[in-house]
């Protein structure tokens, strides 16, 4: 059986199958932590410092989110079932997480028939340069329009003493 020339390409090399296999066992490894080790965090971003990582610095600086906020508490919540909170933490979030969820599994099928997915295809390029803008897009407005109001940063802790004793 040949697969669709579209998706796949029969002569793959050995380090197009590696690479492929790369992309599925990064795709399990996030997809485990995901579901038996983060909890998605109801303040809709945040969900990353449970594996010892910093806050957003967008965040601790503006009290904004940078486009990329919210995703680890979209994608954990994806994997938990939960995609309401998934779309409300990102709206990106689960539409990412399922795109790389199915380029993994199509990766994976073809590593095992030695079959190269097809990255370079003209519709594979679009979706691709689409997401991007689309991502960036909508970063900019959240960024734009989102406060996190988040007192639990050290840093709008210390502006809000100070503007509270000037007050005064």
């Excluded at 059986?1 to 690479?19: C, F, R, V």
């Excluded at 795109?99 to 370079?120: D, Q, V």
């Excluded at 996190?148 to 509270?164: E, L, M």
Aim: hydrophobic share 40%; proline share 5%; net charge positive.
């Amino acid at each position: 059986m040949n697969p669709p020339s579209w998706l796949y390409d029969t002569e793959a090399k050995k380090q197009h199958i590696n690479g492929q296999w790369t992309w599925v066992f990064l795709w399990l490894i996030i997809t485990f932590i995901g579901v038996f080790i983060l909890k998605a965090d109801p303040n809709l971003h945040g969900t990353h410092t449970q594996l010892g990582l910093p806050k957003c610095y967008s965040v601790i600086l503006w009290d904004r989110p940078c486009p990329g906020c919210g995703l680890t508490t979209s994608w954990t919540a994806t994997m938990h079932g939960n995609l309401p909170l998934g779309f409300k933490a990102n709206a990106l979030g689960p539409i990412i997480y399922y795109l790389f969820t199915i380029t993994a599994l199509l990766s994976g099928y073809g590593s095992l028939k030695k079959w190269r997915l097809r990255s370079e295809t003209k519709i594979a390029t679009i979706s691709l340069a689409t997401l991007i803008i689309v991502f960036i897009v909508y970063g900019g407005v959240r960024f734009a329009t989102t406060t996190y109001n988040d007192p639990g940063h050290k840093a709008w802790d210390a502006i809000r003493k100070t503007n509270s004793a000037n007050a005064r």
